[in-house]
Each structure stands twice: as structure tokens, then as C-alpha cells.
DNA sequence: TGCTAATAATCAGCATGCTTATTATATCGA
DNA sequence: TCGATATAATAAGCATGCTGATTATTAGCA
């Protein structure tokens, strides 16, 4: 055992990757085409009609870049609409479209059966430790992704 | 409550996203460039010298398509060999270089280190028991992504 | 007010990660 | 031994995810 397979950073991406593929069937069983990112974006526009993406980024976690390319999708799949905020011309404001909306009612009780999927092999209780152990840490780590341990050096 | 943040899909991104983040800080602050998937990809190199790449792809859990362009990042920076295995004509088999394993050598410690800080909040315990629960459930999960849950239908 | 600094979005560029398809080579069974 | 099947690697294509740069716009301050 010198190696990584008992690496938490190993151990987590190893997860992650279940997780997506897990979703990615179950989607494709439903016939829908979604990805868990994709899921994540239109379910947080839906609770925050007319957020901007900057905002939208922070609050699911997204790389304000990545999130950019992931409402172009789902624009294009007609699921999200994108408009100049009233209020500063230099955000964009989504919503969620009737077509949208109808995919989030088929879809949320799809992803939120599958989320015990992704957890196989421990019984309910071990199911809610770990739930309850990722959240609190990753509420700890917050902000890790674009805010650096060490200051930006350059220059 | 009516959102994604309870979901083990999205803590479970959110954490494989802290711990890369950490990782590249803890690496560049060494003044290396290496990525947790180089790293692991590596380290499992040194471990079974001579390995194909099919074998390595299943050992560390890799897409074997993604591991061609791991690998030929390492091999390009001077970490990795790669050569026509003298059994198998198809396969390719792997080395570390002298210059991989100096590396290795000065990352490990590093990469050790750095494990406790992905499970940032948590108490010695909790982070045993969040590693354990882990180590659990992907075993358990093992073949979820190349082996899918349907059989594949199209045709 | 006018200039500077910050912010929102986007682009280019690179690394994962997966799918389907293709090529080369092995293997297995008739 | 030949032929069907399987396997190893790679290519093309798309979706995340991040960095650094650029543009447009806003905010803050002298």
C-alpha cells in the first residue's frame, strides 16, 4: 500500500467520476440529454429568476468562464434564457423557460433518486455520515477554487 | 432548502474541485507542474514498472483514451517512457525516467501532505471516518463508469 | 467631474474525461 | 490455418474546469 488509492484527492475524484456517470445514465434512460453541471445551472436559475451569471457562478461553485459556456448550452437547448441586466449593461439575467421549467419537473425526481445510487455499498446510516462530513467539509474549504492559498505573485 | 447543495452529486464536485485547486497551489508553490492526474498516473508507473497502458487505465480507474494524453504530457516532460512492448505489439509500456523518479522523490511528500488539507473543518476522526466511508462506497462502486447500469441501446 | 480601479462577460488555450470510430494486432474456434 | 472476434492505442469531437488577456461598463475617489 505506497501508493494513492487511500488518498482522499484520489479517493474523491474517483467519486466524482461514479457520480457523473451514474447521472449520465440515468439521463439517458429518461431520454433527456443533461449533464450534472448542466442540471445544477438551470435548478439554481430556477430558485433565483433574473440572477446574473457572476452571481450564479458564486453560488453553485463555477468557474464564472465555465459557467459562461455551460448557459450557452443551455440556451441553445432552449432551457435558459439570457438577457442584458436593466440594471448594469454589463450582466447578462437568465431565467428559466416554460421548456425549461417542464425538463426540471421530468428530470428532480429522477436526480433525486439517483443520489442514493452514487453511494452504493453503505447503508443508510453510513449514507448520511458521509453526507454530512463532505458538507462540512466542503463548507470549510469554500473558497479554495479562485481564491488561492497564496497570493496571486505575479507581479 | 428546495436545492443541489444536500445532493451528494454536487458536494462531491464541489470537493474533487478543492482538492484539485489545492493541489496546483501546493504544486506551484514547489514550482512544479504536475496535476493530480499526472501525479497518480505516475506513481502508479513507478509502482508496476513495465506496465501497458490498458492496465494502467484500469489500475488508477482512467478512461483509457484520456490516459493516452496523460501519458503523452509526462512523456514529453521527460517523466515517462514509452515503447512497443516486445509481447504485445499493440500495447505500450511504461517506465518512470530517472528524471520521473527525482520527482516523484520530491513530490511525494508534498502530495502526502497535502491529503489532510482537501478534508479541510474536519477532526482527526471525522477525516478518517470520511476516508474510510469514501474507500467504501467507490469500491462498492467500482465498474459504474466504463461498465454502464443500461446496456447500451442504440442499434 | 474626471480618472483610476474594480467588475461582468468573453476569448484563447490547455488539461481532464467521456463517446464513437479507426487501425493494428492477437486470439480463438471451426 | 483461416476467419470472426476481441483488444490496444489513437483520433475526432464535445463538455467541464481553470488561467490569463481583453472589452465594456460601473464604481470610487481625488
Redesign the pocket.
Known amino acids: 500500500m505506497v501508493e494513492i488509492y487511500n488518498m482522499a484527492g484520489h479517493l474523491v475524484?474517483r467519486l466524482n467520476?461514479i457520480s457523473?456517470?451514474i447521472f449520465a445514465d440515468r439521463m439517458a434512460a429518461e431520454g433527456v440529454e443533461l449533464?450534472p453541471?448542466?442540471f445544477a445551472a438551470l435548478s439554481a436559475i430556477d430558485a433565483r429568476p433574473g440572477i446574473?451569471?457572476?452571481?450564479l457562478a458564486g453560488a453553485i461553485a463555477?468557474?464564472?468562464?465555465?459557467l459562461?459556456?455551460?448557459?450557452d448550452?443551455l440556451e441553445q437547448k432552449g432551457f435558459v434564457a439570457r438577457e442584458v441586466s436593466p440594471t448594469?449593461?454589463?450582466?447578462?439575467v437568465l431565467t428559466v423557460t416554460r421548456s425549461g421549467q417542464d425538463l426540471l419537473a421530468r428530470v428532480r425526481p429522477v436526480v433525486r433518486d439517483l443520489q442514493g445510487d452514487i453511494l452504493s455499498g453503505l447503508d443508510e446510516d453510513e449514507k448520511a455520515q458521509l453526507l454530512a462530513l463532505l458538507k462540512k467539509t466542503t463548507d470549510a474549504g469554500n473558497g479554495k477554487?479562485?481564491a488561492?492559498l497564496a497570493p496571486?505573485d505575479?507581479r
Open positions: 475524484r467520476q457523473v456517470a449533464t453541471v448542466q446574473a451569471q457572476a452571481a463555477y468557474d464564472q468562464t465555465t459562461g459556456g455551460v448557459i448550452r448594469d449593461r454589463r450582466a447578462r477554487s479562485r488561492p496571486r505575479k
